[in-house]
Each structure stands twice: as structure tokens, then as C-alpha cells.
């Protein structure tokens, strides 16, 4: 158990519609990133938070936003959903924002869009 | 654009045998990760190589990062079964840490 969660573990959902994953970093952890993983693109970064304010930005889709309150938890939201975007999203946090601070991933969320 | 690509892709071997997953990425960095992965669950650190010539080993295990040659290994000595997974690699931007991944190494280790 890396200490990170996220909710939910699985997800069905039509096309055109909007949801919202959840994630809650291990305490003590400041930075927040957001990955997506399908079989055809791989394990891609999509968004990169710390304390609050986005930080970098990967190949995230406009239809997809995210964000992290003040109590460090942070959600990503898709919407106008396509079969396309069924894949598993994961979410990763570490101490600090740079490459020395070792990221510990959550089980992720697996969503499927029909 | 930085990529990392890894090789090989697919590797199926017998139990007892040893063999070498290479991962190489198209710019400078000094921050290299391991992870495993089993089939449907999240992905598991194994290694974190921060400096060139930086080797680090855990049972069976052993990953080194040469900076110069922009290329890290992921050896495996005497492979068992257990070592059945999926074997990704990623670059850590330096400033951010988002990580770029390999395309991953499916290992199966047959009796």
C-alpha cells in the first residue's frame, strides 16, 4: 500500500459524459501528477500539481481539467467523454516537485466509456 | 521531445536464466526510475538512480544509469517466476519530476 487513494476503482460510463476522479496524496506529500495508461498510448503524464498550483502540463486533453484544494487532495475531470479516453488513470505524489522525490502511485481508477 | 524507449518489448525466458532490459532516453538527466507492474494493479518503485554510474541492486534485481551513454539496465540474475510483470522505466524532469515512460517490458518467466 503506497498510502495514496483514489476513488473510484472503477468507473462505466456513456459517451458525452463528465466525470470525476478523485485523489488523496500520502500525508505530507505536496505534489500531485496525474498519469493515464491504454493499450495505445501507454502510460502517458497528463498534469503535474505542488501546494496548490499546477506545475507542468503533459499531453492532457482540452475536455480534461484538474486542480488540487488547500487540503492537498486533487481531482481530475473529464468530460464530452469518447470511447477512447477508457483507460486507467493514475495518480502519483511525492514530497517535493523534483525529479529526486520519488513518486508512490495510487491503484488508480479504471474508467470505461461506452 | 524527450523519449525513452525501451527494449526488449516482449521478453519470455526460462526460470534460472539471466537477462538485461535496456531503456534509453534522448536527452541529458541524471533521474532514472523503475517500476513493476502486475497485470491490472498500480505500478510498485523498485529503483531510483539519481547519479551517473549509480547502481543499485535488490534481490534478484540490479539497475545502473550511465548519463553519458543516456542509458539505464535492469538486469535480472537467476529469474524465478514471481518476476512475471510488466518493467517500465522513467525519466524524471529535474524541475518538475513528471516522469516519462518507456513503453514497458512484458516479462513472463516460465517453470
Known amino acids: ?12 460510463t456513456a459517451t458525452g459524459q ?23 498510448q501507454g502510460l502517458q503524464f497528463l498534469i503535474q500539481y505542488y501546494n496548490g498550483e499546477e506545475r507542468a502540463k503533459g499531453n492532457i486533453l482540452e475536455r ?26 493514475f495518480c502519483a505524489s511525492s514530497r517535493g ?14 474508467l470505461t466509456v461506452t | 521531445e524527450l523519449k525513452v524507449e525501451q527494449n526488449p518489448l516482449f521478453l519470455s525466458m526460462q526460470e534460472g536464466k539471466n537477462y538485461t532490459i535496456y531503456c534509453n532516453y534522448s536527452t541529458t538527466s541524471d533521474r532514472l526510475y523503475w517500476y513493476r507492474q502486475d497485470p491490472g494493479k498500480s505500478l510498485e518503485s523498485l529503483f531510483v538512480l539519481l547519479s551517473n554510474g ?51 517490458t512484458t516479462l513472463q518467466v516460465k517453470p
Not at chain 1, 495514496?4 to 476503482?9: A, F, G, I, N
Not at chain 1, 463528465?18 to 495505445?40: A, M
Not at chain 2, 539497475?63 to 510483470?85: F, G, M
Request: aromatic share 10%.
Open chain 1, 1 to 12: 500500500d503506497s498510502g495514496v487513494t483514489q476513488t473510484p476503482k472503477h468507473l462505466i
Open chain 1, 18 to 40: 463528465r466525470v470525476t476522479l478523485r485523489c488523496s496524496p500520502r500525508s505530507g506529500d505536496l505534489s500531485v501528477y496525474w498519469y493515464q495508461q491504454s493499450l495505445d
Open chain 1, 64 to 89: 480534461f481539467s484538474a486542480q488540487q484544494f488547500p487540503d492537498l487532495h486533487s481531482e481530475l475531470n473529464l468530460s464530452s467523454l469518447e470511447l477512447g479516453d477508457s483507460a486507467l488513470y
Open chain 1, 97 to 110: 516537485q523534483g525529479a529526486s522525490y520519488e513518486q508512490y502511485f495510487g491503484p488508480g481508477t479504471r
Open chain 2, 54 to 104: 549509480a547502481v543499485k541492486q535488490e534481490g534478484r534485481l540490479m539497475a545502473s544509469l550511465d548519463t553519458k551513454a543516456r542509458l539505464s539496465t535492469l538486469h535480472i540474475t537467476a529469474a524465478v517466476h514471481d518476476l512475471s510483470a510488466t518493467y517500465f522505466c522513467g525519466h524524471g524532469s529535474s524541475n518538475t519530476g513528471k516522469l516519462i515512460f518507456g513503453q514497458g
